[in-house]
């Protein structure tokens, strides 16, 4: 009740300075466990229900109600596979320098963007997200088609 009279002020706020909500953004999250709690959603200006969700998208960044972010970390580091695909399927070059500036590009920024809000402390989402690094620099010590990788030399793999 007290959080929709203060929705309540911010909506009359709102209507005095000539602003509107986009009402269809609207999400209502309660963190934690809320058991033996009864959940009651919240009310739009215009009296509809906001939508009670369990994972909330802000600025790009996806968390959960348990303030988790797992499926931001699984959907970040999918792209950057996939982008990392992209641009070794994109460009013969193995160069050292036009290689790690499309990664710093393309994918590092991905990988860096919003990391102080959710920053992963779970060894397997750290992980995760050095294994991409791993896998496009080692696809990219190749010089040319007939010189083997230091690793493939070191084991004698070739």
């Not at 939508?51 to 792209?79: M, Y």
Request: charged share 25%; glycine share 4%.
């Amino acid at each position: 009740v007290l959080l929709q009279k203060d929705l309540n002020v911010i909506y009359d706020w709102a209507n005095k300075n000539l602003m509107k909500f986009n009402e269809n953004k609207f999400e209502q999250m309660s963190h934690g466990e809320a058991k033996n709690i009864k959940i009651e959603p919240y009310k739009t200006q215009s009296g509809n229900e906001i939508k009670i969700g369990e994972t909330v998208r802000d600025l790009g960044v996806i968390a959960n109600n348990n303030l988790l972010f797992r499926e931001h970390i699984d959907n970040i580091v999918t792209s950057s596979k996939i982008m990392s695909g992209v641009l070794l399927r994109t460009f013969s070059t193995r160069q050292e320098e036009p290689m790690m500036r499309m990664f710093n590009s393309y994918i590092k920024s991905k990988l860096e963007y919003c990391s102080l809000v959710w920053s992963p402390w779970h060894q397997n989402e750290i992980n995760k997200l050095e294994r991409i690094q791993k896998i496009f620099t080692s696809k990219n010590i190749w010089v040319g088609p007939t010189r083997l990788p230091p690793k493939t030399q070191k084991i004698k793999l070739i």
